[in-house]
C-alpha cells in the first residue's frame, strides 16, 4: 500500500485512514471519489480508465500509476500551483480527466473541492477555487449565469478540456483577469501534453508542448507525440495538424472527421468554425451515403421549433464556399455527446443516416 495524503474540502486524511466509499452515499459523488483514493492506495501498478468514445465506443485502459504522476507534476509546474491551492474537482471518475484532477491534488497538496459533475460547476460554490479543470460545455452554461460567471473569471488558473473552443466562446473568455488555457491530450497520454493562451497578451491559436515533450509530423501529417514521462512509446494520433519552427502546433481535425464527398475531402470541424456563431441553434456537421457523391455534407441541427432544414441550409450558403455547403439538414431533438461532453461523431452520423 503506497503511502497517501489528501486534502479534501480542508480537511486532511493519511493513509491508512483515508475515506472509505462506505462512508459517502450510495450513488453519489463522494462514493466515485473515496473509490478511487481506495484504488490509487491498492497495489496495483495501474487503474482503470476509459476513453472518451467520441468517435465510437469507449474503451477501457490500464493507466500507470508513476505516469499520472509524472503529468500532473508537469501541469502543477507548468501552472505554479502550490500546496494549499484549492482544485475544483468537477468532472466524471471515470475518465482520466476526472482522475487526473485528484491525482494533482495528492501529487502538490492541492486543497480539493469535489462537487458533483453537472452543466453549472460553480452553482453551489461560494467562493471561487484557484484551479479548475472545466469542458466547453461547463465554461459556456457558467458564462450565462452572472454569478457563476463572476467566480468563473476569479479562477486564477482555468483549463479547458475535452472540446472545441469555438470563437464565440474564445472572445468571451479574451477578457479574463487570469490565465485561460486550452488543453491538448486524450487518455492515451494521461490528460494534457500541451496548452495554449486563450486570453491576455500571449494568446495564441499554437500549442506549445510541455518540457521533455516532442512532436512531430506522419506522412498524412497527422500528430506524433514523443511523451516519455507519461506515455511509454510515441504516440501516433488521428489529429491533422501544422508545426511551426518553435516546435508549437495547431490541430486542423480529426483524420477520422474528413468527409469525401465526390473526391473533395472537407474537414468537418473547419467546416463547423465557419458556421460558429451564425446559426441560431446548435448543430454539427456530419455526413450521410449518397449512391453518386459517396458522402454527402449534412446539416445535423438541434430543433427549435422555430427553424426549418431549408431555412438553416439557406443560412449557410454565404457563409461557406461551394464543396463545404451542406446539402443535407436533418433535425435532431437533441445532439449527442459523449460521457465527456465532446460531440458524439459515431452517433451523429447514425442519426443523420436515420
Not at 233 to 249: E, Y
Request: aromatic letters at 6%; hydrophobic letters at 40%.
Amino acid at each position: 500500500m503506497r503511502p497517501t495524503r489528501i486534502t479534501i474540502g480542508g480537511v486532511t486524511y493519511e493513509s491508512p485512514r483515508l475515506p472509505r466509499p462506505e462512508e459517502a452515499p450510495e450513488g453519489s459523488f463522494l462514493r466515485d471519489l473515496y473509490a478511487f483514493l481506495e484504488e490509487w492506495q491498492d497495489d496495483a501498478d495501474t487503474v482503470l480508465v476509459h476513453t472518451s468514445g467520441s468517435t465510437g465506443t469507449p474503451k477501457p485502459l490500464r493507466a500507470e500509476k508513476a505516469r499520472m504522476t509524472a503529468s500532473a507534476r508537469l501541469t502543477c509546474r507548468f501552472l505554479g500551483l502550490r500546496p494549499g491551492d484549492t482544485a475544483l474537482l468537477c468532472m466524471s471518475l471515470r475518465y482520466i480527466a476526472g482522475k487526473m484532477v485528484v491525482v494533482r491534488a495528492l501529487t502538490a497538496g492541492l486543497n480539493l473541492l469535489p462537487v458533483t459533475p453537472s452543466g453549472h460547476p460553480f452553482e453551489t460554490l461560494e467562493q471561487a477555487p484557484v484551479f479548475a479543470a472545466l469542458i466547453p460545455m461547463q465554461v459556456y452554461n457558467s458564462l450565462q449565469v452572472p454569478r457563476e460567471r463572476e467566480l468563473l473569471r476569479q479562477v486564477r488558473h482555468l483549463i479547458i478540456g475535452g472540446g472545441a473552443i469555438d470563437a464565440s466562446l474564445g472572445e468571451a473568455l479574451r477578457p479574463f483577469p487570469h490565465a485561460v488555457w486550452s488543453t491538448y491530450g486524450m487518455t492515451e497520454t494521461l490528460s494534457h501534453i500541451a496548452l495554449r493562451r486563450l486570453n491576455g497578451p500571449e494568446a495564441s491559436d499554437w500549442y506549445t508542448p510541455f518540457d521533455n515533450v516532442q512532436v512531430r509530423l506522419t506522412e498524412e501529417d497527422t500528430l506524433l507525440i514523443h511523451a516519455p514521462e507519461v506515455c511509454p512509446v510515441p504516440l501516433r494520433t488521428n489529429d491533422i495538424a501544422r508545426l511551426d519552427a518553435r516546435g508549437r502546433f495547431r490541430i486542423l481535425g480529426r483524420k477520422d472527421n474528413v468527409i469525401n464527398s465526390g473526391g473533395v475531402k472537407i474537414q468537418i470541424e473547419q467546416v463547423e468554425a465557419a458556421l460558429s456563431g451564425h446559426l441560431p441553434v446548435p448543430f454539427y456537421i456530419t455526413s450521410t451515403p449518397h449512391p453518386k457523391f459517396g458522402e454527402l455534407v449534412t446539416l445535423l441541427a438541434q430543433d427549435d421549433g422555430q427553424h426549418t432544414s431549408d431555412s438553416l441550409l439557406a443560412l449557410c450558403k454565404p457563409l461557406l464556399p461551394p464543396y463545404w455547403q451542406p446539402r443535407r439538414c436533418v433535425l435532431v431533438s437533441r445532439l449527442p455527446q459523449t460521457g465527456t461532453g465532446k460531440p458524439d461523431r459515431a452517433e451523429a452520423r447514425r442519426m443523420a443516416a436515420g
